[in-house]
């Protein structure tokens, strides 16, 4: 069964102990800071963390964005989370649909600095959609397997 929850953690340890948690192989990154963004990396930089930022992999997506008390942390997941993570559940009852997603080529004007990514990687998106509304709330990365 599918979920959507969020928590708080306080340090960049935290964050960086809860990526380690949920990581499975393959998994990547997608980082972003105010003046760029690094692309789809398959191992954390050593710049890290970032003000907000991505990790993926075929089960789930983790999403984090940094605030006053550390880091906000979103888990769009296609199973239960792990007991001890003590994500609250935004409650209501998930659907999920995998769709194709598809690179932007490497001379996008909307990446001025470039946008690298693994050349064999299958990307993918996840639609977490609400079954009560039809409304689609997250749309999640994803790899396809």
Same mark, same amino acid.
């Given at each position: %069964?599918? =979920?959507?929850?969020?928590? #708080? ?7 960086? /102990? &809860? &990526? #380690?948690?949920?990581? #499975? #192989?393959?998994?990547?990154? =997608?980082?972003?800071? @105010? ?19 991505? %990790? =993926?992999?075929?089960?789930?997506? &983790?999403?984090?964005?940094?605030? $006053? ?9 296609? $199973? ?11 409650? /209501? ?37 609400? @079954? ?14």
């Amino acid at each position: %069964m599918s =979920f959507v929850g969020y928590k #708080q953690v306080s340090s960049p340890e935290e964050l960086q /102990k &809860l &990526l #380690q948690n949920y990581y #499975q #192989q393959p998994s990547y990154y =997608f980082l972003r800071w @105010a003046y760029t963004v690094s692309g789809i990396l398959a191992d954390l930089p050593a710049d890290f963390p970032s003000p907000e930022g991505h %990790m =993926f992999n075929s089960e789930l997506e &983790l999403r984090w964005k940094q605030n $006053n008390d550390g880091y906000q942390v979103l888990l769009l997941s296609q $199973n239960q989370p792990k007991p001890e993570s003590k994500f609250y559940p935004i409650d /209501k009852e998930w659907i999920i649909c995998d769709r194709n997603a598809y690179f932007y080529d490497t001379d996008e004007t909307k990446f001025p600095k470039g946008f690298t990514y693994p050349e064999k990687l299958s990307l993918g998106q996840r639609y977490f959609q609400d @079954a009560k509304t039809s409304t689609i709330h997250f749309v999640a990365l994803t790899i396809r397997t």
